[in-house]
C-alpha cells in the first residue's frame, strides 16, 4: 500500500513539473531560504539529502552537457547519457522513498529549475542534431553522384547555340 502511495506521489510530482509554465520558469531566481524548523523537517523527511541532492546533480550533468553543446566543444554522448540516467534513476529512487517530499519549500523551486536546464538542453541538442542531419544528406548526395554512372539518370537537355 506504502509503495503505491509513493509511486502516486512520484507521478504527482512529475506532472507538476512538467505543467511549469515558462512564465513560472522566468520567475524561480533563487531557491528560497528555510526556517530552522523548515530545515529540520526537511532533514527528517530525507530530502535534504536524497531527492535535493538528487535534482542537483542530474542539473549539474545537464547543464555541463549543454554548456559543451554550445561551445562547439567535443561531446562525448555516451558518457552523458550514462549520467543522466544514473542521476534519474537515483531521482527517481529517491522521490519514491521520501515520504512527503511536497512539505519540502524547497523541491518545487528545483525541479522548475531542472526543468529550466532540460530545456536549454533540449534546444541545443536539436540544434546539433539537425547539424548532423544535414551534414549526413550531403554526403549521401555525395556518394551517390559518385557511385552513379549516369546510365539511369534523365539525359539533360542539349542546348543549341
Known amino acids: 500500500m506504502k509503495e503505491i502511495e509513493h509511486r502516486n506521489m512520484a507521478s504527482s510530482l512529475e506532472t507538476q513539473a512538467l505543467a511549469v509554465t515558462d512564465s513560472e520558469l522566468l520567475a524561480v531566481e ?10 529540520a523537517g ?12 538528487a535534482i542537483e546533480r542530474l542539473k549539474v550533468t545537464i547543464d555541463e552537457e549543454t554548456s559543451k553543446l554550445e561551445s562547439r566543444a567535443v561531446v562525448d554522448f555516451d558518457t552523458f547519457s550514462q549520467r543522466k540516467n544514473r542521476g534519474l534513476l537515483e531521482l527517481t ?7 512527503d517530499i511536497e512539505a519540502d519549500p524547497r523541491v518545487t523551486p528545483q525541479l ?3 526543468r529550466a536546464s532540460l530545456i536549454r538542453n533540449q ?3 536539436q540544434i546539433h ?3 548532423v542531419r ?8 555525395s556518394i551517390q553522384e559518385v557511385e552513379s554512372d549516369g546510365t ?3 539525359p539533360m537537355p542539349v542546348s543549341r547555340s
Not at 544535414?134 to 548526395?141: D, G, Q
Open 152 to 154: 539511369y539518370s534523365l
Open 93 to 99: 529512487r529517491a522521490i519514491r522513498l521520501t515520504s
Open 112 to 114: 522548475i529549475q531542472l
Open 123 to 125: 534546444a541545443a541538442l
Open 134 to 141: 544535414e551534414v549526413s544528406a550531403i554526403i549521401a548526395k
Open 30 to 39: 533563487e531557491i528560497p531560504v528555510l526556517t530552522q524548523e523548515q530545515h
Open 42 to 53: 526537511a532533514e527528517w523527511l530525507g530530502t535534504q539529502s536524497n531527492a535535493l541532492a
Open 129 to 131: 542534431l539537425d547539424a
